[in-house]
Structures are given as C-alpha cells and as structure tokens.
C-alpha cells in the first residue's frame, strides 16, 4: 500500500487527489492536507467582490466530499518537508499545523511515498509597504473572504456615489512584479460594469494600474490574437475594452508603498508619483508559502528543493541565461523534483525557470514587469497528469513519466469577465496556445494564431458562469466529474 500525501487543495491539489483516489482505489492512501476547511473557485471571486455571488456560492466544505470519496483529510498548514526520513521515521514525512477548531496549534508527522506538493502562492502582501486588506489600506479578490470584505468596502463607494460624492476607485497590481493582471482587470471591468448598473458611473473615475509594459501583456508578453476574423495584439484588445468601459490606465508603474488613500509608484522611466483613492483593489506579488526541508540528519536542505522564490524545483532549466536565450524545452514538462523523484510540485507551487515577459528595469534599478502568470487551466491539467504518472509509478513500476504538459507547449483559455448579467453580462474569451511563446515553431506571431482567439460578448459571459457551475460539479465529486476537462 502506497501514501500519496498532497499537500494544498486548491484547483491543482484537488484535481491530483480526486483523480489519484479515482485511479489507485481503497489498495492505497490518498491524504489531503490544507489550512482551509474549504475548497474555493477562486476565479469566481470577482464575483463576489462586486457583490453579485455570496461567499458560499464559490467554497464548500472539503470534509463531507473527501469522506464520500475515500480521502483523508487534515485541516492542517504543512511546514517542513523530510524527503530522507528521520526522527524516527524510516518513510519521508511532513510535519504539519493543525489549523482546525478542535486540534488548533498541535503538531503532527504525516509519512507518505509520494508527495505532491501543490500549496499555491504565498500572498505577499508584505512585500509592499502598506498594501493589503490586514492594513485597511487596500483590498484583494485573491481569497473568497477577502472578496467578502472587498464587496463591503465598494457598496460604501456606490453608496457615496449614489449620494452625489465623486469617488476615485483604483484596480491593478500592487508590486512591481506582481502577476495576475488578468483578475485585476477582470475586476475593474466589473466594477465600471456595477457603477453603470447603478447608474453611477459619471460620479466615478475609474483607473487601472499596471505593471505591465503595455496593456494586455498579462505576464505572458502580450499575444497576437484572432478576432473577428484579423489578428490584432492584447494591448490594442484591452485598451480598447478599456476605453469602451471608461477606465483611464498608468502602466509601467510599480506600486512600492499603499497609504490610506494614496498609493506610490515609480514608473519604469525611474520617475515616483502617487495617487489619491477612495477605494483600491491591488494584488499583491506572489512568493512560495515557506516550506521548509530537512535532510535525515535534520540539516536544511531548503535551497536544493525550493528555489529563492519559495518555489519548488521541478524538471525545468534554471541556469541563469539572457532574455534572448530563454528556450520553450527550459520550462518544465513532468514537475517531478529533480533530486526527488517521488516529490512532484503542480500548480502555482512550481518554480518556474524564468519569465516570460522581457525583464524591465528603471534607472534607479527597480525591476518593473509581470512575473509569468499562474492560471487554473495548467493548475488543473498539471494536477491531472501528476496524478496519472503516480498511478503509473504505483500500479506499474513505471520510473518514466509518459504524462507530460509543458506550458512551452499546452494552450490555455482564460475568459475575463467583464460585467455579469444573463441578458447583459459581457466577458472576453482568450485563448493562447502555447502559453509561453515559441518564436522557433511559430515565427510570426509567437504563438498558433489559429488557436489564440480573443472575443468579447454575451456568450463569453455564459460560459463563464457555466465553468462556474461545471467546475464546482466536478470539485464536489458529483456524478461523471471526472469527464469534465481541467
Ligand atoms: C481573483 C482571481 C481570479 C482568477 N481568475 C482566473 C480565471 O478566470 N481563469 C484562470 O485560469 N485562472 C484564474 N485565476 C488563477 C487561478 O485561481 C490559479 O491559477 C489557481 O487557483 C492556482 O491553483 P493552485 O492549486 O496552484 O493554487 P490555489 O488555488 O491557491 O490553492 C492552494 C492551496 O494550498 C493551500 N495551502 C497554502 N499553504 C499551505 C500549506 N502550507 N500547507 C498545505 N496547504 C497549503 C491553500 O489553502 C489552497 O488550498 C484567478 C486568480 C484570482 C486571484
């Protein structure tokens, strides 16, 4: 009997231990650690922060499902990783928190033969001075709780809006580096969506700020993109979308300091300036949760398996190298840690070997640009096939990996929503394929421009909201969720 201990449940630690359970059956043990009781659609949070779906209808409680399912659960935050064993144990383990009511604070050892470790981003909010929902200074849609209170803080904006009160509202990314501009600025979309269904949007000035060195590179450096029939790039796509919903930008900014009411950036021309809000939403950078690891003799071994990141160390070529010589085959393929074979890392919990927009720096040597994205579509297919090559491993014997999904190679789709409404709502459909550009195969574009699309309208907006329904389905367990694609 074999331990496959995954660590995180979140769309990549979920879709791994639903599909391992699915595939090795009761002859082995599929145990779930997260912080979290609860399972969250995250990309449904915008949602809520607008306040057009409840905390609850983006969560549910993970114990009920992972009981029907065979599962075992702890409501714990893992800490440290002991690849080698020791302490007494002959297997590896992980030590963990427990993070439930009823066992808050007690520490436990968790053995397994195969780890997955799949516990998403540290939101670091701490990187930039002043930001973040703990200070009060500035909200985020990164977590269903922080949409909860996000939603609050805006009704008090519409409210003061609807009394005749100008209110300045900021959206973007509140780092240098940060990335998943794509939320950020489905959030702006829909907030200048709300203010008109509110029939305030003349009482609102809407800006959107960006890391970014133009608009629409969402850490992918931008796309050729297909629409209506002529390829035109995502910064033309999003500008225009922009203008239509009567946001004003500032790009190249890196916000380094959040005030009450003001935030300070510095332009990638190495000029500072600041802002006056009412209200901000900013995300903040992302970095690894701080695991730790420890070899048998109990010394760190922390930098063989996490890059300074905080990430962990996958199949991908880290060697330091010049923007130019990034190469498609250096992103990684299997996620198997390289000094471990029987520790995979998936999700936003890879390192990734470098990024994928050009690094930009000012004068004063302030690094401003994107970091790559980390969307749910490779979240869930890394998931999937990790899942598949343990299988493999376990059941065959097998020490090669057949399952493979380099982001160098698989497309994703990412539908940005820009106002809901089953009769009015309105999202932009994106596809990219692959994600990261590969200028060897495809020289004109980057990318297959076949497969990289961007449409807004009505439809996008349905299938967002069916995804919701479709992937919460599936989440849970119910009937055929293991047809639904990742
Ligand atoms: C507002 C918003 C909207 C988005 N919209 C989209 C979208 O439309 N389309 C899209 O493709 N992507 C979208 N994304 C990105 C998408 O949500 C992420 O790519 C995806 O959630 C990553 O999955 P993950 O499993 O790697 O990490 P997460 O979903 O963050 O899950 C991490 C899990 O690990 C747990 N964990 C954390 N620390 C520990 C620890 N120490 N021990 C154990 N467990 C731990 C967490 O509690 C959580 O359960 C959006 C993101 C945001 C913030």
Same mark, same amino acid.
């Given at each position: 009997m ?17 599909f391992l ?9 599929? +145990?779930? +650690? ?6 969250? @659609? ?8 607008v ?38 144990? =002959? ?22 033969d ?6 998403? *981003?540290? #939101?670091?909010? /701490?990187a ?22 996000? @939603? ?25 580096t ?7 600025? =489905?959030?702006?979309?829909? +907030? ?11 009482? #609102? ?25 002529? +390829? ?6 999003? /500008? ?18 959040? =005030?009450?009411?003001?935030a300070?950036? =510095? ?40 890059a300074p ?14 923007? /130019? ?46 970091? *790559? ?11 999937k ?35 809901y409404g ?17 200028w ?18 009505l ?11 479709m ?10 969720? @293991?047809?639904?694609?990742?």
């Amino acid at each position: 009997m074999s331990i496959i201990l995954v660590i995180g449940a979140g769309i990549a630690g979920h879709t791994a231990a639903t599909f391992l359970k699915k595939e090795l059956g009761k002859k082995h043990r599929v +145990v779930v +650690v997260s912080p979290s009781a609860y399972y969250q @659609w995250i990309p449904s949070n915008i949602w809520v922060g607008v306040g057009r779906m409840k905390e609850d209808q983006v969560r549910f409680r993970l114990e009920g499902v992972y009981r029907r399912m065979g599962i075992e659960f702890h409501q714990a935050r893992a800490v440290s990783i002991f690849p080698e064993g020791g302490n007494g144990h =002959e297997k590896p383990f992980v030590q963990a928190v427990y993070t439930d009511p009823q066992r808050q604070g007690q520490e436990t050892e968790l053995e397994y033969d195969f780890l997955v470790n799949a516990t998403g *981003p540290k #939101l670091n909010f /701490e990187a930039t001075e002043g930001l973040g929902p703990a200070t009060g200074n500035s909200y985020s849609v990164c977590s269903s709780g922080h949409a909860k209170e996000t @939603w609050e803080a805006l009704e008090r904006i519409f409210e003061a809006a609807k009394n005749g009160e100008r209110q300045r509202i900021l959206v973007g990314t509140g780092h240098p580096t940060a990335t998943c501009q794509g939320a950020a600025f =489905e959030y702006a979309l829909n +907030v200048a969506f709300e203010a008109k269904r509110h029939q305030i949007e003349d009482k #609102l000035d809407i800006t959107w700020i960006t890391n970014e060195y133009e608009l629409g590179d969402f850490g992918m450096a931008g796309a050729f993109v297909r629409r209506s029939g002529y +390829v035109i790039h995502t910064k033309e796509f999003t /500008e225009s979308i922009l203008a239509e919903y009567g946001v004003k930008w500032i790009k190249r900014a890196g916000v380094y300091k959040v =005030e009450p009411g003001v935030a300070h950036y =510095e332009l990638l021309d190495g000029t500072k300036s600041s802002i006056a809000f009412d209200f901000a939403m900013l995300l903040p950078a992302f970095a690894g949760v701080g695991l730790r690891a420890f070899d048998r003799q109990g010394a760190d071994i922390t930098p063989k398996l996490f890059a300074p990141s905080g990430f962990m160390k996958v199949d991908a070529d880290y060697a330091p190298k010049a923007f /130019e010589d990034y190469q498609i085959e250096d992103w990684p393929s299997t996620y198997q840690n390289p000094d471990y074979s029987n520790i995979f890392a998936i999700g936003i919990a890879f390192a990734p070997p470098h990024p994928i927009s050009k690094p930009m720096f000012s004068p004063n040597g302030t690094a401003i640009y994107p970091s *790559p994205p980390r969307t749910g579509m490779p979240a869930g297919v890394t998931g999937k096939i990790t899942a598949d090559n343990i299988t493999e491993m376990i059941k065959q014997q097998r020490t090669d990996l057949r399952h493979k999904a380099s982001m160098g190679k698989m497309g994703a789709a990412c539908i940005v929503s820009a106002g809901y409404g089953f009769w009015n709502g309105q999202a932009a459909t994106m596809t990219v394929n692959p994600i990261v550009p590969d200028w060897n195969k495809y020289p004109d574009f980057g990318r297959n421009v076949k497969y990289t699309i961007g449409e807004i309208g009505l439809a996008g907006h349905w299938v967002k909201l069916f995804l919701h329904y479709m992937f919460i389905h599936k989440a849970k367990g119910y009937p055929f969720w @293991w047809l639904l694609p990742e």
